[in-house]
């Protein structure tokens, strides 16, 4: 904020006499007096008419007012006077020589009085109008220093309503990515759902095994960090969060000494329906002005949100588990493929009859989205069923989404081998313009031969 220096122009006063009234004075009585007394007839030029001394009378009246006009007539009065007194003439009584002797002072007098009164009049005028257009300009500093602030309230208002606006689409494209029937996807979508809600520098996601919670996900971690990575079922944050199900705050001293530089919040991922924990939220590094009550009862949401959306993905993952046709790739399951294999072997063994593996697996040059890996899945699929038999029976495989098992009942290695390239050839014109960033592999592994061709 700029200050105005103001300048005080009062006039230097004694007595309640301008000090440059009385130095003017002083200096035209000096000059009058030695001029009187070396260059003239030294009588204090009682014969001139007018007087000089009506010089200073008038220009000190109409300058400074009626204080120094009625000095200025006094001390004319003195120099004239003062030691020049003349006699009585003989013609004139006293009365008149003394009205004589007082005439010219006397009208200096009234001249001061008159003169010096209208000026004073004048000088008080100019003084209340300095002062009310002194009033005026601060008055419009004020107004504008109001309006300045208004002005820029007005800017940050606008500014945090259109922030607000763009944090709750972003809190809602986050909420909606948290919602996902699978627990990686909703991790990712936690990662985005606690910035846009905290904006946490540093936090992390733990997960609940056996006796103990892991850090499944970190956000913001260097590689050097000091925080644990696990905390076993007798640390206290273990028994705070995952036990009593309570939200630790630094803020808090019982708190502070759990959480024991671990970080600023802990809370537990809970299903509220439930109250079954599948882990923990941690917030390691909060800015101080982010760490607000409104903080911690969001950050007890998001805990609930994510554990929520953690428990109906493990349903779901559960129940994914038990079925047998992949729906998005249209291939046999992933959970099926190791009993179906265990089977097949046993009875390619028990009949003797030839069985081959081939796994089909694909590498993305860079990371591929969701989106991307599921399309390269279905034209896996689209080629599997379009060359096998109807006796080959084509998986998902871990990773799912990554990597295919086909069970090739009754055909060898070389058979393998054929219908390897057969599957090359068509994955590689149906993939189009994903083909420069997809690379295929193939492996082929004969789980049983026939013994007559051994």
Known sequence: MSSTRVE???????????????????????????????????????????????????????????????????????????????PQPLALDLFAYLFDLSKTPLMWAATGLVVGELRSRQLRERADLRKRLAESETQ????????????????????????????????????????????????????????????????????????????????????????????????????????????????????????????????????????????????EVLGLLDLTPTTIENFQLLCDWIGSNLAIAKRYEDAQSERILDPEAGLLSAQLFDRQKEFLVKLAERVDFDLTMLIVGFEGEGELSRDEALSVGKIVAVAVGQWLRETDLAFQWLPVGRRFAVLLPATNGAGARLVMRKLKDDISIRLNVMADRVRLTFEIEELHRREAKR
Not at 9 to 21: K, M, N, Q, S, Y
Not at 61 to 85: D, F, I
Not at 202 to 221: C, H, N, P, V, Y
């Open 140 to 283: 419009a500093q004020v107004i504008t220093a109001a309006f300045e602030g208004i002005s820029a309230a007005k800017d940050e208002l606008e500014a945090r309503i259109a922030g607000q606006f763009r944090t709750l689409l972003t809190v809602f494209r986050a909420a909606m990515a948290v919602e996902r029937l699978d627990v990686a996807g909703v991790f990712e979508g936690a990662n985005a759902l606690v910035a846009a809600i905290l904006n946490p520098e540093k936090f992390s996601i733990w997960l609940l095994k056996d006796a103990q919670i892991e850090m499944t996900r970190a956000f913001g971690w260097k590689d050097d960090e000091r925080y644990k990575r696990v905390f076993l079922d007798d640390h206290p944050l273990y028994r705070r969060t995952v036990v009593e199900r309570i939200v630790l705050c630094v803020a808090r001293v019982a708190d502070e000494k759990v959480l024991a530089g671990e970080g600023v919040l802990a809370g537990p991922l809970q299903d509220p329906e439930t109250d079954e924990v599948y882990g923990m939220l941690k917030i």
């Open 8 to 86: 005080d122009d009062t006039p230097r006063e004694v007595f309640g006499l301008r000090v440059t009234a009385l130095v003017e004075m002083a200096i035209f009585f000096t000059i009058a007096l030695l001029l009187d007394r070396y260059a003239f007839d030294g009588d204090r030029f009682r014969e001139v008419a007018p007087h000089p001394f009506w010089a200073v009378v008038v220009l000190i009246s109409l300058q400074y007012g009626t204080n120094e006009g009625l000095l200025a007539a006094v001390a004319s009065s003195a120099a004239l006077l003062v030691g020049n007194v003349p």
